[in-house]
Nanobody
Framework: QVQLVESGGGLVQPGGSLRLSCAAS????????IAWFRQAPGKEREFVAA????????TAADSVKGRFTVSRDNGKNTAYLQMNGPKPEHTAFYFC????????????????????WGQGTQVTVSS
């Protein structure tokens, strides 16, 4: 069983930076596809960015391309979401997800691809 624990959320100013962490246990993070999703109040959960297993490629939602980057540190068994230049509309509860399969790139943005989910962490972008 894989467990995911997010941390690093909080208040960040527009244009600032914030890094979210997703600590994994029960399985080596390099063998998992990793994704970040977010849910704003009154809205459905939406895809943010994802990273394929092993040395796989990344993909991101159009709204965050060039701003947010997903990565992992195999030595720490942790995945990250680096948020550069966030905007107020990026305010949401952010969730880390992990999948044990080998999804194609186009499947990385769908929740059904992922077997495990963290509890989430709140990110508020405001001045």
């Amino acid at each position: 069983q894989v467990q995911l624990v997010e941390s690093g959320g909080g208040l960040v100013q527009p244009g600032g930076s914030l890094r979210l962490s997703c600590a994994a246990s029960g399985r080596t993070v390099s063998t998992l596809a990793i994704a970040w999703f977010r849910q704003a109040p009154g809205k459905e959960r939406e895809f943010v960015a994802a990273l394929k297993r092993n040395m796989g490629s990344t993909t991101a939602a159009d709204s965050v391309k060039g701003r947010f980057t997903v990565s992992r540190d195999n030595g720490k068994n942790t995945a990250y979401l680096q948020m550069n230049g966030p905007k107020p509309e990026h305010t949401a509860f952010y969730f880390c997800a992990a999948g044990s399969g080998k999804p194609i790139t186009s499947s990385l943005r769908y929740e059904v691809t992922y077997d495990y989910w963290g509890q989430g962490t709140q990110v508020t972008v405001s001045s």
